[in-house]
């Protein structure tokens, strides 16, 4: 089953006949909905939806890696536990906290 987000009023009419099996949708929307749906209710859709994205796709901190290609400084400062992507730029006088991820600039 899919799920779907109703942020818009001018999308009620195909809200209706939605085949989704659950909707992330404001309160004044829930009267709206197909009796076969699941409703996340909540006051700003487009923010439930980014906290449930979070849920499915968590930020992980790697190791520390430090790529071979990327250019760093040597007045920069790397904290502990850094990721530097491939090819990215730190400049003079950078200073980078401890687990932070830089990727390509």
Same mark, same amino acid.
């Given at each position: $089953?899919? =799920?779907? %987000?109703?942020?818009?009023k001018?999308? +009620? *009419? $195909? #809200?209706?006949n939605s085949?989704a099996g659950?909707? =992330?949708?404001?309160p004044? /929307? &829930?009267q709206h909905a197909p009796?076969h %749906? /699941?409703?996340?209710? /909540?006051?700003? *859709?487009?923010k439930? #939806?980014?906290?449930?994205?979070q849920l499915f796709y968590p930020?992980t901190?790697?190791?520390?890696?430090?790529?071979?290609?990327a250019h760093?400084?040597s !007045?920069?400062? +790397?904290?502990?536990?850094?990721?530097i992507?491939?090819?990215? #730029?730190?400049?003079?006088?950078?200073r980078i906290?401890d687990n932070? !991820? +830089?990727? &390509?600039?």
């Open positions: $089953e899919n =799920i779907g %987000m109703l942020h818009s001018k999308y +009620i *009419p $195909e #809200f209706k085949l659950a909707c =992330i949708l404001a004044q /929307h &829930v009796e %749906m /699941h409703l996340l209710v /909540h006051e700003n *859709p487009y439930g #939806f980014a906290l449930i994205a930020i901190q790697s190791k520390k890696n430090i790529a071979s290609t760093i400084a !007045s920069a400062i +790397i904290g502990q536990d850094c990721c992507a491939h090819n990215a #730029f730190i400049g003079e006088n950078v906290g932070c !991820s +830089i990727g &390509v600039n």
